[in-house]
């Protein structure tokens, strides 16, 4: 208690306080535009962390960071452009419902559920971190590989329309992901002799291409006339309580999930968002309606990626390990501070942790203020006049692709991404799992390949590893869950025959 | 004629005046340094704390710039090709100087640059975890070659001074190891942590600051560092080893030398900062300044000796 009052003392103070609130603007601000992701904002901000106190400077951080997670959903929603790859999931049901004319109140769901994910994740985090980092250290490379192939059974639950059309979109996306070095090697690989193929095909510019560019190549192909006029609401509506009940049991598995994906280091809001919203498909109240607007598939997605901001600290602040691109950024500042991250951190300076659980707290509430207040800005987007915001979403979105790393390459990735994108799109492949296929590509091929020289060339020692075994099993479960579910309800049906005569 | 020769003075006196003008304004412009990897790295970090003395001492404004991608390759060559004009420069690691150029085809060389400074001078250190079963480097060594193959060495990229330094290792005492590669340092560290990796070679501010949950085996300098007094240096252990975690400023070659004179000079003073020097104390790194002339004969030998290792371990391509 005595320490929590010292963290207390630590955050309630002005420069902390101010930090709070602009960090977390400005990570709604750098999700929202498509490309400028978590890993852009930390960079943009991370001279200034420098000459700033200790606590300033990490409430600055992590408001960025768990704002620009949040921030992804209501492009996703308004424009279906995920803001960040984090939320490509959102888009899925977020963006029907806009075309209903509900943007107003897929924003209130997105932005309830981003909330109770993140809060969710930071009492976790106050609760279990030393022994959370613990457990996660029982996940070496073959671990790593099976939760891998376990994610991918989200390229099936994600797809709509025909199936072989998604599974091709997601071999698609596992290829593109083989661009450049072989990290096990150090060879390279389909570069065709270009020297800036070598850096390999970025996440970030692919994905604003596919969806960003895309959008607007399919906007400007279609005959302007003929569209229905939508009724939009502008702001922001909270969905009622009475729509929360049943989707309660949905919500803590997502909240869940996230927080478990959050504390392996080098998975994160991306694949935790997919694999909620898979677990969504299978088992959501609303399952069946999935994919046409269905709020069961917001909530899912975004209390599972943001569950993972606050455990993603977990890694960071417990080993020393970041989990991602960002919190790698945020241990770099913390360095500069004087801070050394380990378990030494939760000993020594305690009141530093427990600084950083109540900053993530209270981003967590700026973040739902800031959300619901800028809803009645971003909604009003969807009455700017067209032509006029695609113009600003291809200028955003390459200024996007470009700012992550500096590299000129990145920039015709994404404009070929979006002429793919548009091609795909036009010949009905959904984009989801070709996004869920280059998220995981690298981690499935190179935990496999780590995997065979720890055990020395053997695949069956992967099988010896419980926890390993124990995934591939729910593997192999959530594959046959059509078949079983199927062989269920004729079971059902027939003892209920039975009983009728 | 009074015209004419009343026009040449002219001319001569704005040249004139237009070379010393250059002299003093350099820099008239913001300077971009490029940093081959991703904001918050090692040589990230080292190169912004730098930026602001160093640009004080300038009398301009610097500008890092983080352009990642290839193992460093990418930023490397994107320096090497940028104007030479002394605005772009790049604060360039080890790695891709030094060992990548013999990995594969690159756009540039040692000899595509001008050399301004050394900024830094990690020493390195072969670290294992705290309940690790050896002590000494002796200990590991002796058992490795009992056991060939069966230690694992985690490498956080093929071809990188860790894992030069590992194959140094292996060659000059004859034991062997299973290498490893993982993508970065952050997942080796963690593979160290979870049981997959025996021992892999970080720098001397990762030792300081987890210090809590590895040790290190064997320093890998020449000396003991001057930082690190009590840590016994792999030639105290009988395999003399020297791999230094180095990086420096570089410019595209050919450029103006009053831009290269006030560069140098921005960075040796820079680097006599005291907030420079407060910050290395703390990571414990040693400070390493070298001029221009000193860096590059230093940058062409280690190119040679990372040439031979990788040439003998069968890396090279």
Redesign the interface.
Known sequence: MELFSLGLEHVLTLPALVSIIVGTILGVAVGVLPGLGSVVG??MI??FT?SMGQIPALALMLGVYCGSVYGGSISAIVINTPGTPQAAATALDGYPMAQRGEADLAIGWATMASTIGGLFSVVVLIIAAPQLAAFS?????IEYFALGVFALICIANVSRGAMSKGLLAGAIGLFLATV??D????D?RFTFGS??M???I?LIPAIVGLFALSEVFIRASESTRVKAVIAHKVGFRLPPLSAWKPRLWLLLKSCTIGSFIGTL??TGAATSSFIAYSEAKRSAPNRDKLGTGEPDGIVAAESANNAVTGSAMV?TLA????GD?VT??????F??H?L?????LFTEHLDLVYAVFLILVAVNLVMFVVGALGAQIFTRALKVPEPLLMTMVVVIALIGAYGV???ALDLATAFIAGVGGFVLRKAGFPLAPLVIGMVLS?MIE?SLR?GL??T?GSFLAFFERPIALSLFILTALMLAWPIIRWLRDRNREARNDIKNT | MTIIKTVFAGIVGTLGLGTAALAQDFPAKPVTIIVPFSAGGGTDITTRTLAGPMAEALGGEIVVKNTDGAGGTIGTAETARAKPDGYTIGMMPVGPMTTQPHLRELPYSPDSFDYICQAYSAPSSLVVRQDSQFQTLEEMLAYAKENPGELNYGVQAVGSIPHVAGLGLASASGAEFTFIPYKGSAPTFKAMLDGSIDMFVAHISFLTQNSDQVRSLAMLTSERVSTAEDLPTAADQGVPMNFPIWGGIVAPKGIPAEAKAALEKACEEGMNSEAFQARMAELRMPIAFMGGDEFQAFVQSEFEKNDKLLTEAGIKK
């Open positions: 930390i960079t991370l001279p420098f250290l029982n996940f070496t490379s450049g070095v990290h096990v090697t150090g390279m020297f800036e070598t850096a390999g970025s280091p080098g890694p080993l020393g390990i970041p691109p790698a950024v945020m241990l770099g500042s360095i500069v004087g050394a991250p380990g378990p030494r790393r500096g590299n690298q190179n780590q020289l720890l020395r």
